[in-house]
């Protein structure tokens, strides 16, 4: 009975040195901001947690800033997806306050290769590649796209550019000067009523002057 009573005044009284050194320790307001130590860029809403005081846990906001009442010797942590755990210990101070600009690591983590494929099974496999069409090769591809057929319905369906149109109506206006004192509309003569009495006028007044010449 007295060894177990000998064994709970032994840790009460470590009980009360731990509280009492626990107490001692001077209170700090520990405020900071957090960087990216390779780009020196602001990293936000970064988990900031006090391993030493019961894992109490504040967020940096949006411009990395943080600010939080603790002990000095605590151990903080700094936790954020995509960079490495940072620790920082508050030091002794003179003040009642501590300010850090505190650097995390960005960390790339590779993960393993995954290719997908559109088959749930081996069965699927096989039917898919039993009735695989193989496509035809590149020459082959191109000497059909460039035959006269498919070079032929192309230009039915295809509207001419700017650049056709102007050339076109250019070289028309150049035929239309050039042709001024030509018959454009390629009348025949044989077919107009004027022409033949123009013909008949011609062979009558002929007529009359080899009649006078006699």
């Known amino acids: 009975m007295g060894t177990i009573r000998n064994i709970l005044v032994f840790l009460f009284t470590i009980g009360m040195v731990v509280s009492s050194s626990a107490q001692q320790k001077k209170l700090v307001q520990f405020s900071g901001v957090i960087h990216n130590a390779d780009t020196n860029v602001i990293v936000p809403y970064v988990t900031v947690t006090n391993l030493s005081f019961e894992n109490y846990t504040v967020t940096a906001n949006h411009q990395g ?3 939080f009442v603790a002990h000095e010797g605590d151990t903080v942590l700094f936790t954020s997806v995509g960079y490495r755990s940072t620790r920082v210990v508050i030091p002794r101070v003179r003040e009642d306050k501590y300010t850090a600009m505190v650097d995390m690591t960005a960390e790339i983590k590779e993960l393993p290769m ?3 494929y559109p088959w749930a099974s081996i069965d699927e496999f ?3 590649f039993m009735s695989l069409e193989i496509a035809d090769d590149d020459i082959v591809v191109a000497k059909r796209n460039l ?11 295809t509207p001419r550019s700017a650049e056709e149109i102007q050339s076109f109506s250019a070289t028309q206006n150049h035929i239309s000067l050039s042709n001024q004192a030509v018959n454009q509309r390629m ?3 044989l077919l107009s009523p004027f022409a033949w009495g123009n013909l008949i006028r011609q062979i ?10 006699r």
Do not use: C, D, H, I
Not at 147 to 157: D, G, Q, T, W
């Open 114 to 116: 995954v290719t997908p």
């Open 204 to 213: 009558t007044e002929g007529t009359k002057s080899r009649q006078r010449g």
């Open 147 to 157: 035959s006269p057929e498919s070079l032929a319905a192309l230009a039915a369906v």
């Open 187 to 189: 009348a025949n003569p």
């Open 126 to 128: 096989n039917m898919a």
């Open 65 to 67: 800033y943080f600010s």
